[in-house]
């Protein structure tokens, strides 16, 4: 494996997208079938693409070439679990501008020799013919690293891990960067917790709010995060005392499966996550004892984190203290002014 090459490696992926896209135009104003939402923080560019190389460099970036298609299920996977992780998605913003690309696209491309030509031709010419593909470029718009297809997030991470420390010009090979990282697998498993709520989901309060504050947890299955969430931190006792204090469930940001909502209505969990404007996992939501949003994290957190944000919605401290940093910094006071350690990285 030391001396697999980058194309042998690619092969390691999943089944591609690839083919031709779908007949006839669409109306103005209507979206193609399958169309997934791109993060926002890709760049909006002019598609000049040495102006975008020339940017990135100024800001001590690189430049990805996102190429997708509507309807790819894989592309689907790339946004939904890959750059939906915490980890991946926090390396990629601080290191690298990310451009779409549509493979069938006919908006106008300024090429790296200053050619004008289109999406589709750009795409050609860059002999892309599987979506996702994804170029790495270097500050002279060289490929660095290509990958043809879906890589799961924690291949993905380490990929952009190698690009972003510029490890080719340590004549370091990504096979052995690869092993040296030796990244683990997530588990592949929406977990479940004992006493949470079992599915199918009914979420609804009370108006009058008699009943306890309620915690979604919207997580998905790959995604390591959420496994050390589940396996360490929910596993302490403290956290889980605090827990109790909640009705509790977890759920699957990305599934179509119907789930009632706090306020009563139907929708699938997809439509929901959407609604609510989550984009990484796991994100944890509170709602009060009526069903009104009151707190949430987006982040990855460890131990005193998500302990300080389940107690701070329990106590109902959140009704007083508004910065959810002031009211863990006198948590983390009153905690060593009573004997005890807090290492906020544990």
């Known amino acids: 494996m030391r001396n697999l090459p980058i194309a042998a490696l690619s092969m390691l992926v999943s089944l591609a997208c690839w083919g031709a896209p779908p007949e006839g135009g669409l109306a103005p104003g209507l979206v193609n079938p399958g169309y997934e939402e791109k993060p926002a923080w890709f760049k909006d560019s002019f598609l000049d693409i040495r102006e975008d190389l020339a940017e990135a460099a100024a800001a001590n970036r690189r430049v990805i070439l996102y190429f997708y298609q509507d309807g790819c299920p894989y592309c689907a996977k790339l946004l939904r679990e890959g750059l939906a992780d915490q980890e991946i998605a926090a390396l990629t913003r601080s290191a690298f501008d990310v451009i779409a690309l549509n493979l069938w696209g006919d908006r106008e491309v300024t090429g790296l020799a200053g050619e004008q030509t289109s999406e589709k031709a750009f ?13 790495m470029l270097d500050e002279d718009g060289r490929v660095v690293l290509r990958i043809d297809g ?9 990929v952009l891990a190698y690009v ?3 490890r080719e010009r340590a004549d370091q090979s990504f ?13 592949g ?6 006493g949470f709520l079992s599915p199918p989901v009914r979420l609804a309060r009370t108006k009058a709010g008699t009943g306890r504050p309620l915690l979604v947890m919207f997580e998905q299955p790959t995604c390591a995060a959420c496994d050390e969430l589940h396996h360490d931190i929910l596993r302490r006792e403290p956290v889980a005392w605090s827990l109790t204090a909640f009705d509790a469930a977890v759920v699957n940001a990305w599934s179509s499966e119907t789930v009632q909502t706090p306020d009563g209505r139907e929708l699938s969990l997809r439509a929901w996550s959407a609604e609510l404007g989550i984009e990484y996992t796991p994100s944890l939501v509170f709602f009060d004892a009526t069903g009104r949003e009151v707190f949430r994290t987006a982040g990855y957190l460890k131990a005193f984190h998500i302990h300080g944000a389940l107690d701070y919605v329990a106590t109902g401290a959140y009704r007083s203290q508004p910065n959810f940093q002031r009211y863990l910094e006198a948590r983390r006071h009153a905690m060593e ?10």
């Open 123 to 135: 795409a050609a010419g860059l002999k892309v013919q599987f979506t996702p593909t994804l170029l």
């Open 150 to 158: 879906y890589f799961p997030p924690h291949r993905l991470r380490t």
């Open 164 to 166: 972003a420390q510029r």
């Open 175 to 187: 096979q052995d960067f690869y092993l040296e990282s030796d990244p683990k697998a997530a588990s």
């Open 189 to 194: 498993k929406l977990h479940a917790e004992g």
């Open 337 to 346: 002014a009573r004997g005890f350690k807090v290492d906020l990285m544990e």
